[in-house]
């Protein structure tokens, strides 16, 4: 039997054949020469990444008895529709510079208005076409799923799931967003954020889309083992995250070392640091959190409250702790056994250290 490395591998590569796939369909329909750069920005967002979410997706159905079926791989690409739309998004309202090491949507489409010398403001313009970006990926997410071949009782039984998963993402940028204005975050405020912006569609619902889809209906064991493995794996993920957007290598983040605190991240991690911090330092988390022009002086100052307070410890030992319960409740699963030990290594992958 193929590691779950290689299997990981043959999930992506058939998720990337099915993304190329439904992009090739959808050009005749968007031939407008002016519409070419809008298309090659969605292919460059959709291009790499580890595809997870179509993973966790894949181990459910399989998990749940579902066979070989090429359908299930292009139910589970429309996911990585949805994850760019949201990502596109994300980096409007954070005014991220780059993306996967690339520029970000709108600093792509600000950057071609000022090449072609238009008229009117390039940001505005740059902005509001990523918005449409993030809009046109979002649609195409439904149309990918819908149009999956898939059975249309499997569908049926798994589209309240997919509705949901994509409200809990909008209501998760707004929580978000707020979180980010009100300024007084803890840590269970900045969980619920992970949850509903993260950990939920990232790990928990792609799971569960996948049992669904493969059982044709929920069933309680499914939402039992979606709530003990798939959260707990998505608040894991979430914090490797967080973790990462302090004290990750811009070659793996594809971002600014400590972007996330340029852009006042209202995170666990500073939920933590906060809830431990001297006054001396908690004014300093004030004062420089959320600093657009931070430079790595004042990065440096912020990873040292970080890790003074004992906030980056704590995280470490939560990550392992919420990784801890996910893998016990993988014992039990009624799932096969192929899959209990795909989603044990998934679950691994998804929380490695990469610092």
């Known amino acids: 039997m193929p590691t779950s490395a290689a299997l990981l591998d043959t999930i992506r590569s058939e998720v990337d054949r099915s993304l190329r796939g439904f992009l090739d369909r959808q050009r005749p329909l968007v031939s407008a020469p002016e519409i070419a750069p809008l298309v090659a920005a969605a292919e460059d967002f959709l291009s790499g990444g580890k595809r997870l979410r179509p993973a966790f997706c894949y181990w459910g159905w399989r998990g749940a008895g579902g066979g070989d079926d090429p359908a299930l791989f292009t139910a589970a690409a429309s996911l990585e529709l949805l994850q760019a739309s949201a990502l596109a998004h994300d980096d409007v309202m954070d005014a991220s510079d780059l993306r996967r090491g690339m520029p970000s949507a709108h600093r792509r489409f600000q950057a071609m208005h000022e090449k072609e010398g238009w008229s009117g403001s390039a940001e505005q313009f740059g902005e509001n076409a990523a918005i449409l970006l993030g809009n046109l990926l979002l649609v195409w997410s ?70 669904v889809l493969a059982a044709r209906g929920r069933e309680p064991w499914i ?35 400590g972007d996330d605190l340029r852009e006042g991240k209202r995170t666990m991690l500073i939920a933590r640091a906060l809830a431990a911090a001297s006054p001396t330092q908690a004014e300093e988390v004030r004062l420089t959190l959320g600093d657009p022009e931070l430079e790595r002086g004042g990065v440096d100052r912020l990873r040292r409250v970080i890790e003074e307070t004992g906030a980056l410890a704590a995280c470490e030992k939560l990550i392992d702790d919420y990784l801890g319960q996910a893998l016990r409740s993988l014992d039990d699963a009624p799932i096969t056994p192929e ?11 998804a929380t490695a250290r990469r610092t």
Request: aromatic share 8%; hydrophobic share 40%; proline share 5%.
């Open 142 to 211: 439904g149309e990918m799923w819908r149009t999956s071949g898939l059975p249309p009782a499997a569908l049926a039984a798994a589209q309240p799931v997919y509705d949901h998963m994509r409200t809990e993402l909008m209501c998760g940028q707004y929580l978000d967003l707020l979180e980010q204005v009100r300024g007084a975050s803890t840590f269970d405020s900045a969980l619920r954020v992970a949850l509903f912006k993260s950990g939920k569609y990232s790990v928990e619902q792609p799971l569960r889309l996948g049992l």
């Open 223 to 257: 939402d039992r083992l979606c709530e003990e493995y798939g959260r707990n794996v998505g608040i894991a993920f979430q914090l490797r995250d967080d973790i990462l957007g302090v004290f990750g290598d811009p070659a793996e983040t594809g971002k600014p070392a």
């Open 339 to 349: 899959a209990r030990t795909a989603l044990a290594d998934l679950a691994v992958a």
